[in-house]
Every structure is written in C-alpha cells, then in structure tokens.
C-alpha cells in the first residue's frame, strides 16, 4: 500500500513539473498565423530593402543628370573648344567626368541590386502562393 501511495505521489509530483502529460498541438488556424507571419516578416525586409534602393537610385539618377547638365555648359560649343580651353574649366570638366563617372559605376549596382531584390521577392511568392500580406491598420 506504501508504495502505491509513493508512485502515485511521485508521478504527480513529475506531472506537475513537466506539465499535463497529453500531448496538444496548436489549432491549425494558430498555426498558419505563425507561418504567415514569419512570411511576412521575411516580404517586409525585402520591400524595405528594394523601396530603399529604389529611392536611392531615383535620387542619385537626379543628381547624374544635374551633373551631366553642369558638365554641358562648360564645356562649350565649338568643334575646337579643347583646345584652347582654360586651365579651370579643364579642372572642372575632370571633376564632372569623375562624379559622373562614380555615379553611373553605382547607378548600375543599384540597378542590378533591385533586380535581385524583386527576384527574391517573386522566389518567396512562388514558394508561399497562399501568402496574403498583413493589412497593417
């Protein structure tokens, strides 16, 4: 009798340190809002991304064109205005070539970044087709 007490005592005592003892999965509909949201979170980094690199491109292609503008109005008319330019406008042609130059090199690696981006966007829809993203409200 002393030792069915003690066994009933003892599994009591490890029921209640590990938890009910029946197993219990989440319901199906707690299930899909954690798969969904893990989706989301992984759309959310990548729209972040391609609307960041996005703006940086638009603002950077304003500023080339600027740039190429400047470039424009110093550099004259004439069939033969290379050579009898002045020193300063030289000087200042080799700047704008350089500024033009650095930002057209990043022009084309934020073009081929949003590329990626949206790619990765798609690979992610094609692999969740019934992802629907979160209405933020």
Not at 12 to 17: L, P, T, V, W
Not at 27 to 41: F, K, L, N, Q, Y
Not at 67 to 87: H, I, K, P, Q, S
Request: aromatic share 8%; hydrophobic share 40%; no cysteine.
């Amino acid at each position: 009798m002393f030792q069915l007490f003690l066994r009933s005592r003892a599994q009591n005592y490890i029921k209640g340190r590990l938890g009910d003892d029946a197993f219990r999965a989440r319901s199906p509909e707690r299930d899909a809002e954690t798969d969904r949201a893990r989706i989301d979170s992984i759309m959310t980094a990548i729209d972040a991304a391609l609307h960041a690199a996005e703006s940086e491109q638009s603002g950077l292609s304003r500023r080339v064109d600027d740039v190429l503008a400047r470039a424009a109005v110093t550099f004259g008319n004439g069939t033969d205005e290379y050579l009898e330019r002045e020193e300063l406008d030289n000087h200042h042609q080799n700047l704008f070539a350089a500024e033009i130059a650095n930002g057209q090199r990043r022009l084309k690696e934020l073009s081929a970044e949003i590329a990626h981006f949206k790619f990765m966007k798609a690979a992610v829809l094609s692999r969740f087709p019934n992802y629907k993203a979160s209405v933020a409200g």
